[in-house]
């Protein structure tokens, strides 16, 4: 398999780096011109946009009745399920949830010198609307990650839509959504589904926030109707770095790559080896366990394209790469984990240890496995519970304390030529 290596210390290594990470499908005109359509047509004809939109793309006739799952049904596939397949979900589920709760934010307030009463108030959104993918790419994983923060934030009422192609239900997904406690679930998918979210429909209520992933067109039409309602973030494909000393099985490490290379063409895998005899050794594991794998095709096609080895010298280059990077998962296989971690200061998530795979973060220890990518982790964060609650500045004046801070508000307001401001604040002067 041919996969593009690189020497941290070679010249033009920069710019030779900056092509591997080099993604941006966002500036697709034809995607965004495509989007665009489907979003003012759903606004102005709504489940009749949908039921021809699902038509269309999932090639099945639907009513605006059918477009809605029915409770009971949720609950049906649940109970359907494999008794393996249920121990799974509700271990998983638990251990998202307990995570979650430590991240509640809390409302807060304190008394200044002059009696005055300053805070925060928080509360959890109304409505929450999350996209599942469907078909082939179904992901329960993604339910209980989406849906569970949102309920610990005390959200009233969360929609989730999955795209149904040919009008195949995915159980595994309906029982996901039954156990995180969704409150409604809708047939429909692609652009038109985001569409219906943030303008809704006869069928489909306005929600006040958007998450979960999606395909390009999800992805563009969640940026556009960004302002409108809230959304998590615009993903880009999935990707993992590692830096690895050389003492880890190289098999792990192969298969820790193929497990982001098997989702799709453009997912990212990187080593970062500080023995560069490893990197061969992890080649040889590779040709010789690509064979074995049901996606062998994605995995060489994303390893071939957007793959990479690179050797660092010395444990800081290896450091500084990964800050440039800003990696949406970071593996640590390295002796001393927990130091090499705390000089990470760009990453969604960081596994520490040869024993702790990115592959456990997906699904069940806890952390949400929705994450920045292409970079982003440089100002934003995984997604979790206080992204689903809202911050509000609260202030509480008391007459005299009102009255000591006139002076300073007036002489602002009318340093910036706003009267009203200041004889506002004036009025509350104490005579």
Same mark, same amino acid.
């Given at each position: 398999?041919?996969?593009?290596?690189?020497?941290?210390?070679?010249?033009?290594?920069?710019?030779?780096?900056?092509?591997?990470?080099?993604?941006?499908?966002?500036? =697709?005109?034809?995607?965004?011109?495509?989007?665009?359509?489907?979003?003012?047509?759903?606004?102005?004809?709504?489940?009749?946009? @949908?039921?021809s939109y699902t038509q269309t793309f999932d090639q099945w006739a639907a009513s605006a009745g059918d477009l809605l799952v029915d409770a009971k049904q949720l609950e049906?596939?649940?109970?359907?399920?494999?008794?393996?397949?249920?121990?799974?979900?509700?271990?998983?589920?638990?251990?998202?949830?307990?995570?979650a709760e430590h991240q509640k934010l809390e409302s807060w307030d304190f008394e200044d010198e002059f009696g005055n009463t300053l805070g925060q108030k928080i509360t959890a959104l109304d409505r929450v609307g999350v996209y599942v993918p469907g078909g082939?790419?179904?992901?329960?994983?993604?339910? @209980?990650?989406?849906?569970?923060?949102?309920?610990?934030?005390?959200?009233?009422?969360?929609?989730?839509?999955?795209?149904?192609?040919?009008?195949?239900?995915?159980? @595994?997904?309906?029982?996901?959504?039954?156990?995180? &406690?969704v409150d409604k679930v809708l047939r429909i998918g692609g652009a038109q589904a985001v569409a219906a979210l943030a303008y809704g429909t006869q069928t489909v209520p306005r929600v006040d926030k958007i998450v979960g992933p999606g395909n390009i067109y999800?992805?563009?039409?969640?940026?556009?109707?960004?302002?409108?309602?809230?959304? =998590?973030?615009?993903? &880009?494909? $999935?990707?993992?770095l590692i830096i690895c000393d050389g003492k880890t099985n190289p098999d792990w490490i192969a298969m820790d790559l193929f497990s982001q290379a098997e989702h799709d063409e453009n997912a990212?895998?990187?080593?970062?080896?500080?023995?560069?005899?490893?990197?061969?050794?992890?080649?040889? $594991?590779?040709?010789? @366990?690509?064979?074995?794998m049901e996606r062998a095709e994605v995995i060489k096609a994303s390893l071939s394209s957007r793959g990479g080895f690179i050797y660092a010298d010395t444990v800081q280059e290896a450091v500084d790469i990964a800050n440039r990077v800003a990696p949406e998962h970071l593996e640590l296989s390295v002796d001393d984990a927990e130091q090499m971690?705390?000089?990470?200061?760009?990453?969604?998530?960081?596994?520490?240890?040869?024993?702790?795979?990115?592959?456990? !973060? =997906?699904?069940?220890? !806890?952390?949400?496995?929705?994450?920045?990518?292409?970079?982003?982790?440089?100002?934003?964060?995984?997604?979790?519970?206080?992204?689903?609650?809202?911050?509000?500045s609260i202030i509480n004046c008391s007459q005299s304390g009102a009255s000591a801070l006139v002076d300073t508000a007036s002489i602002l307001a009318r340093g910036e030529a706003l009267t009203a401001h200041a004889r506002s604040a004036e009025y509350r002067k104490l005579k």
């Amino acid at each position: 398999m041919d996969v593009t290596t690189l020497k941290a210390a070679s010249v033009g290594f920069n710019q030779a780096l900056d092509e591997l990470l080099n993604w941006d499908a966002s500036e =697709d005109a034809s995607v965004a011109d495509t989007v665009s359509d489907i979003i003012d047509d759903v606004r102005q004809r709504g489940d009749a946009a @949908l039921i021809s939109y699902t038509q269309t793309f999932d090639q099945w006739a639907a009513s605006a009745g059918d477009l809605l799952v029915d409770a009971k049904q949720l609950e049906s596939a649940w109970e359907q399920l494999p008794v393996e397949q249920k121990t799974a979900l509700e271990t998983a589920s638990d251990r998202i949830r307990a995570y979650a709760e430590h991240q509640k934010l809390e409302s807060w307030d304190f008394e200044d010198e002059f009696g005055n009463t300053l805070g925060q108030k928080i509360t959890a959104l109304d409505r929450v609307g999350v996209y599942v993918p469907g078909g082939k790419a179904a992901y329960p994983s993604s339910v @209980l990650m989406n849906v569970i923060p949102a309920k610990v934030a005390g959200v009233v009422d969360i929609i989730m839509v999955t795209p149904t192609p040919k009008g195949e239900l995915n159980n @595994l997904v309906l029982a996901a959504a039954w156990l995180a &406690g969704v409150d409604k679930v809708l047939r429909i998918g692609g652009a038109q589904a985001v569409a219906a979210l943030a303008y809704g429909t006869q069928t489909v209520p306005r929600v006040d926030k958007i998450v979960g992933p999606g395909n390009i067109y999800v992805a563009t039409a969640k940026k556009m109707v960004f302002g409108r309602v809230g959304i =998590d973030m615009v993903a &880009g494909p $999935s990707e993992i770095l590692i830096i690895c000393d050389g003492k880890t099985n190289p098999d792990w490490i192969a298969m820790d790559l193929f497990s982001q290379a098997e989702h799709d063409e453009n997912a990212q895998s990187i080593l970062i080896s500080l023995d560069e005899g490893f990197i061969n050794q992890v080649k040889d $594991s590779m040709d010789k @366990l690509l064979p074995t794998m049901e996606r062998a095709e994605v995995i060489k096609a994303s390893l071939s394209s957007r793959g990479g080895f690179i050797y660092a010298d010395t444990v800081q280059e290896a450091v500084d790469i990964a800050n440039r990077v800003a990696p949406e998962h970071l593996e640590l296989s390295v002796d001393d984990a927990e130091q090499m971690a705390s000089q990470i200061n760009q990453a969604g998530a960081i596994f520490i240890g040869r024993y702790t795979p990115e592959a456990l !973060g =997906d699904y069940c220890a !806890g952390p949400n496995h929705v994450l920045p990518t292409s970079g982003t982790a440089r100002f934003s964060s995984p997604l979790g519970v206080y992204d689903f609650q809202k911050r509000t500045s609260i202030i509480n004046c008391s007459q005299s304390g009102a009255s000591a801070l006139v002076d300073t508000a007036s002489i602002l307001a009318r340093g910036e030529a706003l009267t009203a401001h200041a004889r506002s604040a004036e009025y509350r002067k104490l005579k």
